[in-house]
């Protein structure tokens, strides 16, 4: 019962914020996605997706090397890390781009991705956000659930399955590559 109210309380918070925002300089601790027009916001970005990377390793390494989609902390790390690795799926060719979300990985990672590390784990990122798994279309539908969300009380429970869902799509790739960081 804890695990359920905690749960819809979490999405009640992401539904009132705002899932899929698109202002880099919100103050809301909802996931957002950034903006990929300039250089600032793929630091931005890559600092996001870094973070919810290290946020997702930390629980992957006390979960005993294993990915648990159905944790709604892991659930909002995966959304977190979608929603700021969204420019990736439209400047994944764009060198200097690439860069600058890699510097931001570094930062945002807390020694997590190296320098060394960065542009392979960059590349991991594209392949996942581009792959047959359409992020836009999970967004869409996460936005749409939270706006269920907002109007009744069996929307949080949607919206709470439909975040779930959501890691659920990613659980394999994440899982190759928080496994890639070895004993860090």
């Known amino acids: 019962?804890?695990?359920?109210?905690?749960?819809?309380?979490?999405?009640?918070?992401?539904?009132?914020?705002?899932?899929?925002q698109t202002s880099s300089t919100s103050n809301s601790a909802a996931p957002s996605a950034a903006k990929t027009t300039t250089a600032g916001n793929a630091l931005t970005a890559g600092q996001g997706a870094g973070g919810a990377l290290n946020a997702l390793y930390n629980q992957y390494k006390a979960d005993g090397n294993k990915y648990d989609y159905k944790n709604m902390q892991n659930?909002?790390?995966?959304?977190?890390?979608?929603?700021?690795?969204?420019?990736?799926?439209?400047?994944?060719?764009?060198?200097?781009?690439?860069?600058?979300?890699?510097?931001?990985?570094?930062?945002?990672?807390?020694?997590?991705?190296?320098?060394?590390?960065?542009?392979?784990?960059?590349?991991?990122?594209?392949?996942?956000?581009?792959?047959?798994?359409?992020s836009q279309e999970t967004q869409s539908k996460a936005q749409e659930t939270a706006t269920k969300a907002a109007t009744t009380a069996a929307g949080y429970a949607d919206a709470a399955a439909g975040y779930a869902n959501t890691a659920a799509q990613y659980a394999g790739a994440l899982s190759s590559l928080l496994g890639a960081f070895g004993g860090k």
């Open 1 to 20: 019962m804890k695990k359920i109210f905690l749960m819809v309380a979490a999405v009640a918070m992401l539904a009132s914020c705002g899932l899929t």
């Open 75 to 134: 659930v909002l790390n995966t959304v977190t890390l979608l929603a700021n690795c969204e420019g990736l799926k439209t400047s994944y060719k764009d060198k200097a781009y690439l860069a600058d979300f890699g510097k931001g990985l570094v930062a945002g990672s807390l020694g997590l991705v190296t320098q060394n590390t960065a542009q392979t784990v960059t590349n991991s990122l594209v392949n996942m956000i581009t792959s047959n798994v359409s």
